[in-house]
């Protein structure tokens, strides 16, 4: 195989390796989540409290891993982030840290939609050239129906994927990275495309600029 011009850090991830959480499990991620979520500067807004949390697949990369979370609130706004773990020495989890932030662009309210996605940025990676890349966890649910599996894409190029887990994903990839953006894509079980939604969007001939929530 040929040398490639397309070199960027690819299925750096390891695939989910839990069940959704559950149990006393579910109740130390909320914990943790929940406080985030208190933490947050909503300018004012009153949030109102946060219900139901409804958790994503696990991705592990360099070391840690996310769990996504989102949870619609009694204003009915949407809150979602992630809690992050390490795996200690047969101790259990341990490290725990926690981001959140809300959106009150929700799917109801636009039934364009897609993929229903979230994103986080969790670090960078340094290419060629001294170009960098914002490492993105991403999470969400298809608004589709018949999804197996759900890839992201950096100019057409697959960099992570993530089967369908409750109709649920999670993935980590490289975005923004020499002037590509990331498409998330969704593929029925016979490799046949469903769905695609940027994680950002162009504004007549502007540059991209990024989704709150999507």
Known sequence: ???????????????PQEALPYGRWADTLREHFVAACNDIDSDGEELGEPGEIRWFPDRTFEGCTYVGATART????????????????GSGP?????RADFTGDTAESNPDWKLDLNEMVIGTWRGDGGNTAEMTLIWGVPMVPGGAVVTAELADLAVDQCALLDERFALIAADNYRGDYLDVKLWGSRGQSLAVESLYVEDDGEDAVPDAEQ
């Open 94 to 98: 341990s490290d725990f840290e926690a």
């Open 1 to 15: 195989m040929p040398p490639t011009d397309r070199f960027v850090i690819s299925f750096a991830a390891e695939p």
């Open 74 to 89: 009694s204003e009915g706004y949407e809150l979602f982030g992630y809690v992050s773990f390490t795996e200690g020495d």
